[in-house]
């Protein structure tokens, strides 16, 4: 199997493309949607997994050139933000399946398998705490300023040092270990 996996969380998606790999799955990857566009139609992909929340940009915008370019491709959105309203757009614009995060490489498999989603798939309205929520927002905010703390304190409207504190703690729950995918 040729997958495409675009997620920009370098960790998630190193440890997810080892994982893939070790089951003889073939992996590219792509950590923004114009890094994705630009891999379509290099290789044949029967499988696409996309993170919904890229930088600049969502991972829903990557369903229809997929769609075109592989008719018969399995598209997984896979988001930490999950909401049935997500759910449904995902579906409506041609994915096969949607699955919030964490979820492991063998959660990923089995919903690509599957020909339709779960109906009964529990969907939190914010499966996420609020505190990994911010982490991953000022984690966001920050890349797009370059690391520049004091642009990135400016973006966000807060006091450069509170920002500050706030980099020295870690996040609430850190990238799965290759364990916690298989």
């Known amino acids: 199997m040729n997958l495409l996996l675009v997620e920009d969380d370098a960790a998630l998606a190193?440890?997810?493309?080892?994982?893939?790999?070790?089951?003889?799955?073939?992996?590219?990857h792509a950590d923004s949607a114009p890094a994705a566009r630009a891999l379509i139609g290099t290789a044949a992909f029967?499988?696409?997994?996309l993170d919904l929340r890229l930088p600049g940009d969502s991972g829903l915008t990557l369903i229809a050139p997929l769609r075109e370019a592989y008719p018969d491709l399995r598209i997984l959105l896979l988001t930490g933000y999950a909401s049935i309203a997500t759910a449904v757009d995902a579906i409506k614009l041609g994915a096969t399946n949607y699955l919030p995060k964490p979820a492991t490489v063998s959660d990923i498999l089995a919903a690509l398998e599957q020909d339709e989603p779960e109906a009964d798939r529990a969907v939190a309205a914010q499966p996420l705490p609020?505190?990994?929520?911010?982490?991953?927002?000022?984690?966001?905010?920050?890349?797009?300023?370059?690391?520049?703390?004091?642009?990135?304190?400016r973006a966000l409207q807060m006091h450069r040092r509170t920002l500050q504190r706030k980099l020295l703690k870690h996040p609430v729950r850190?990238?799965?270990?290759?364990?916690?995918?298989?």
């Open 174 to 182: 850190e990238a799965p270990t290759d364990a916690e995918l298989r």
């Open 46 to 49: 029967d499988a696409a997994v």
């Open 130 to 153: 609020v505190d990994r929520l911010e982490w991953e927002h000022i984690q966001k905010v920050l890349a797009e300023h370059d690391g520049n703390i004091s642009a990135t304190a």
């Open 14 to 28: 190193a440890a997810t493309r080892n994982s893939m790999e070790r089951r003889g799955i073939s992996v590219w």
